[in-house]
């Protein structure tokens, strides 16, 4: 007899918890599809704070009606598609899942053991090796301009300096750079010729020849400016990219090349641990 009371006092806590779990899902719910509900606090971020309480509303529904669209076309695809077709979405899905938390985890254990340095010995070897895919399809070139009025004070002293453009005269020209309007004296670093063009209004494609000379001094003017530009070197097409030049994507190509033998070392030695720990065998 006291079992059976037992039995009915269980019964009735488990349809009442039962009960009780339905009602707080609808009573928090704010919109159903079938036997999913979406709650409040799904909607808790998508609105931005500083919004208008129409717009709030707004978004909501469109995000509520979003929601629904996409569990009822669900519903539908599983209802009308294929089985065989459903068994390969489910496979790939199940792949891609594999794929996404293999690849975080990889790419965590890289970023912890990658050595990043790359030494000057070991970035010219890998950019002999590459030289051919560096051919230039653009010129380089190295040179100095300064951008400034024609009526400028002291014009001649300034092109004299700039030509010369010995220690004391680079001091000098850093010294009155204010009044330029733009300017640039690193001539040490190559920069393509269609940034020159970009950046120097008045050079352009029937001036170009002028710019693709080595150790060439050239002086353009526009109505109101005058531009000084001295050309240090010059690389056309089809010429090899320096190695300076490359040397982020020789630096790339050999991080690239050390994160991949370092996943296939990772990988390895987690299949020898688990051979070693009977997590993992091979039956003939």
């Known amino acids: 007899m006291k079992t059976k009371i037992l039995y009915i006092i269980l019964l009735a806590v488990i349809?009442?918890?039962?009960?009780?779990?339905?009602?707080?899902?609808?009573?928090?719910?704010v919109?159903?599809?079938?036997?999913?509900?979406?709650?409040?606090?799904?909607?808790?971020?998508?609105?931005?704070?500083?919004?208008?309480?129409?717009?709030?509303?707004?978004l909501a529904?469109?995000?509520?009606?979003?929601?629904?669209?996409?569990?009822?076309?669900?519903?539908?695809?599983?209802?009308?598609?294929?089985?065989?077709?459903?068994?390969s979405f489910n496979s790939l899905v199940k792949q891609y899942e594999n794929d996404l938390y293999t690849k975080a985890y990889l790419e965590?254990?890289?970023?912890?053991?990658?050595?990043?340095?790359?030494?000057?010995?070991?970035?010219?070897?890998?950019?002999q090796?590459?030289?051919?895919?560096?051919?230039?399809?653009?010129?380089?070139?190295?040179?100095?301009?300064?951008?400034?009025p024609q009526n400028a004070v002291n014009l001649e002293g300034i092109k004299s300096k700039f030509k010369k453009f010995e220690k004391n005269d680079k001091v000098f020209l850093d010294s009155i750079a204010v009044q330029f309007r733009s300017y640039s004296l690193n001539d040490s670093v190559w920069v393509r010729a269609s940034q020159v063009i970009e950046k120097i209004p008045v050079a352009n494609q029937s001036n170009k020849n002028q710019l693709l000379k080595k150790s060439n001094f050239v002086q353009l003017k526009d109505s109101l400016n005058l531009y000084l530009i001295q050309i240090n070197d010059v690389l056309l097409r089809g010429d090899y990219a320096p190695l300076d030049y490359v040397k982020p994507t020789v630096i790339q190509i050999i991080n690239n090349k050390r994160k991949l033998e370092l996943i296939k070392e990772i990988e390895?030695?987690?299949?020898?641990?688990?051979?070693?720990?009977?997590?993992f065998e091979i039956y003939k």
Request: proline share 2%.
């Open 31 to 58: 919109a159903r599809v079938n036997d999913s509900y979406l709650h409040k606090e799904d909607l808790k971020y998508i609105t931005p704070n500083n919004v208008s309480k129409a717009d709030s509303t707004l």
């Open 108 to 127: 965590a254990l890289v970023k912890r053991s990658i050595d990043t340095t790359v030494s000057k010995a070991e970035a010219d070897t890998i950019y």
């Open 268 to 279: 390895n030695e987690i299949t020898k641990d688990a051979i070693k720990n009977k997590q």
């Open 15 to 29: 349809i009442y918890g039962c009960d009780r779990f339905n009602y707080d899902k609808i009573d928090d719910a």
């Open 129 to 148: 090796r590459n030289k051919e895919s560096f051919k230039l399809n653009d010129e380089l070139l190295k040179l100095r301009y300064i951008n400034l």
């Open 61 to 87: 529904n469109n995000y509520i009606n979003n929601w629904a669209s996409n569990l009822l076309l669900m519903d539908k695809a599983l209802l009308n598609l294929p089985e065989k077709q459903q068994e």
